[in-house]
């Protein structure tokens, strides 16, 4: 058993995913990038944030984390309107961008922290299609303003790492950390 200090769906269905039960308690925490902070050392930080605050509500191994859309080094959080979410998908269209996505893992080993970057490359994409995806609502609470395992999977040419990581934890590098930390898989110690 985990607890998984975040409120995210997609984070517990990960989690599932590889056999790992949690008891989710979403803490609250300032996400202000701090000034000149780079978009690695911020996801780091909350993930790292995250982790110890919901450690301090449960007595099980406590996992935080952090996913960031960076694209020519600017950090895009979840858009605050349909203009701010057309931006982003402006941003993206036709080219590469980094998701990066920090875990931290508090436990009997202490605190286990690893951040994974993936590329994501984009097709074209057109105002209309844009308008249409904004009104499905779907990405309105999507860092980037798009959700990979979703509608924008159409988007979406290639990815260059971990898909999982793009959905919100890189499976691989969570579940090592999880064993790291004594938290049983669905096979056991690796």
Do not use: N
């Amino acid at each position: 058993m985990l607890c998984l200090a975040s409120a995210s769906p997609r984070r517990r269905e990960l989690l599932a995913s590889i056999g790992v039960g949690v008891e989710v308690r979403p803490v609250d925490i300032d996400e202000t990038p701090l000034p000149g902070e780079l978009a690695e050392a911020y996801v780091a930080r909350l993930a790292r944030e995250k982790a110890l605050a919901g450690g301090r509500q449960s007595r099980l191994p406590t996992l935080g984390s952090d996913t960031a859309v960076v694209c020519d080094g600017r950090i895009l959080g979840k858009p605050a309107d349909r203009a701010e979410a057309a931006a982003m998908l402006r941003l993206l269209s036709g080219r590469a961008h980094e998701v990066l996505t920090a875990v931290a893992v508090t436990g009997p080993a202490g605190l286990l922290e690893i951040c994974v970057a993936t590329r994501v490359f984009m097709r074209e994409i057109g105002d209309s299609e844009m308008a249409a995806y904004w009104a499905t609502g779907e990405p309105a609470d999507k860092a980037g303003g798009y959700a990979i395992q979703g509608l924008a999977s159409i988007f979406v040419e290639r990815i260059e790492g971990s898909h999982s990581a793009v959905v919100g934890l890189p499976l691989y590098e969570t579940a090592q950390l999880l064993v790291r930390q004594d938290v049983p898989l669905w096979c056991g110690a690796v």
